[in-house]
């Protein structure tokens, strides 16, 4: 949804900004292995800006935070934006470190009923585990230690899915607002252009040259950014949960859903 506003542009998920700001913690640092660590992540391919324009491009003696400026005004000049932002999700752990890195930034935090997230979650390349047990205390976790970073950010903002999906431009124009964006009618369109944007994201490889995830897959995963929002998937839990999972969940993970304002039922 920000993505489709004229001005910025996101790029699929990086990973590196916590690397870069472990190297700006260390001090001084070979300009290599800023570079190495940007074009190193298994993420880069997904960027498709050339190793060597970004080398071209990048001063020889950039500091970590320099470097990444540097990428993302590369990728959003690639798209013809003049900002940029992020949308890797595991930075939330983080904020803290990317603040100090990058202290311009602004973090938003969407939060969503964890029943739901848990049935998001299931199946995915990326997730935990698909067993209750694991999936309830996994977004217990990331959202509680996301909040408790959240009290050192000097730019933080919370945002609920489903208010999102109720009200999507009465939420974007908060957003855009905290972000200091003129909101767009552009960014309720997001799903027009997501087709040309999911091209991007292509497979992804470890380290040893295995293959983690396949393009189609990881085009499934977000097929959803291709329609406008669905009202339908807010609270699917109470439809889609087994009575005793429920149970479990907030056995779990209960405390949490009552303070975020959710039926606790």
Same mark, same amino acid.
């Given at each position: 949804?920000?993505?489709?506003?004229?001005?910025?542009?996101?790029?699929?998920?990086?990973?590196?900004?916590?690397?870069?700001?472990? /190297?700006?913690?260390?001090?001084?640092?070979?300009?290599?292995?800023? $570079?190495?660590?940007?074009?190193?992540?298994?993420?880069?391919?997904?960027?498709?800006?050339?190793?060597?324009?970004?080398?071209?491009?990048?001063?020889?003696?950039?500091?970590?935070?320099?470097?990444?400026?540097?990428?993302?005004?590369?990728?959003?000049?690639?798209?013809?934006?003049?900002?940029?932002?992020?949308?890797?999700? /595991?930075?939330?752990?983080?904020?803290?470190?990317?603040?100090?890195?990058?202290?311009?930034?602004? $973090?938003?935090?969407?939060?969503? !009923?964890?029943?739901?997230?848990?049935?998001?979650?299931?199946?995915?390349?990326?997730?935990?585990?698909?067993?209750?047990?694991?999936?309830?205390?996994?977004? *217990?976790?990331?959202?509680?230690?996301?909040?408790?970073?959240?009290?050192?950010?000097?730019?933080?903002? %919370?945002?609920?899915?489903?208010?999102?999906?109720? !009200?999507?431009?009465?939420?974007?124009?908060?957003?855009?607002? $905290?972000?200091?964006? !003129?909101?767009?009618?552009?960014?309720?369109?997001? $799903?027009?252009?997501?087709?040309?944007?999911? %091209?991007?994201?292509?497979? *992804?490889?470890?380290?040893?040259?295995? /293959?983690?995830?396949?393009?189609?897959?990881?085009?499934?995963?977000?097929?959803?950014?291709?329609?406008?929002?669905?009202?339908?998937?807010?609270?699917?839990?109470?439809?889609?949960?087994?009575?005793?999972?429920?149970?479990?969940?907030?056995?779990?993970?209960?405390?949490?859903?009552?303070? /975020?304002?959710?039926?606790?039922?």
């Amino acid at each position: 949804m920000i993505d489709a506003h004229p001005a910025i542009a996101i790029p699929p998920e990086t990973g590196f900004l916590t690397a870069l700001s472990g /190297l700006a913690a260390i001090g001084a640092v070979q300009p290599d292995s800023v $570079f190495k660590t940007i074009t190193g992540a298994p993420t880069w391919p997904d960027f498709q800006i050339a190793r060597e324009a970004f080398r071209t491009r990048l001063n020889k003696n950039a500091a970590p935070a320099e470097a990444a400026r540097c990428f993302y005004q590369m990728y959003a000049e690639k798209h013809g934006k003049s900002r940029w932002g992020d949308k890797t999700p /595991l930075y939330g752990l983080h904020m803290l470190k990317i603040q100090s890195l990058l202290p311009e930034a602004h $973090f938003i935090h969407l939060i969503r !009923d964890g029943r739901d997230v848990a049935l998001s979650l299931r199946g995915v390349w990326f997730s935990p585990s698909d067993d209750i047990e694991t999936l309830a205390a996994y977004w *217990r976790d990331t959202v509680v230690a996301t909040r408790e970073q959240s009290r050192g950010c000097a730019h933080y903002l %919370e945002v609920h899915y489903e208010e999102l999906v109720r !009200d999507p431009p009465g939420v974007l124009e908060q957003v855009a607002n $905290f972000i200091t964006l !003129d909101f767009d009618p552009c960014m309720l369109r997001y $799903f027009e252009n997501a087709p040309r944007r999911l %091209e991007e994201h292509g497979e *992804r490889w470890d380290a040893d040259g295995k /293959l983690v995830v396949g393009r189609g897959e990881r085009h499934r995963q977000q097929s959803m950014t291709t329609a406008p929002p669905d009202q339908s998937r807010i609270f699917g839990w109470r439809r889609d949960l087994s009575r005793h999972e429920g149970e479990v969940f907030k056995k779990i993970a209960g405390g949490l859903l009552r303070q /975020l304002g959710y039926d606790n039922t």
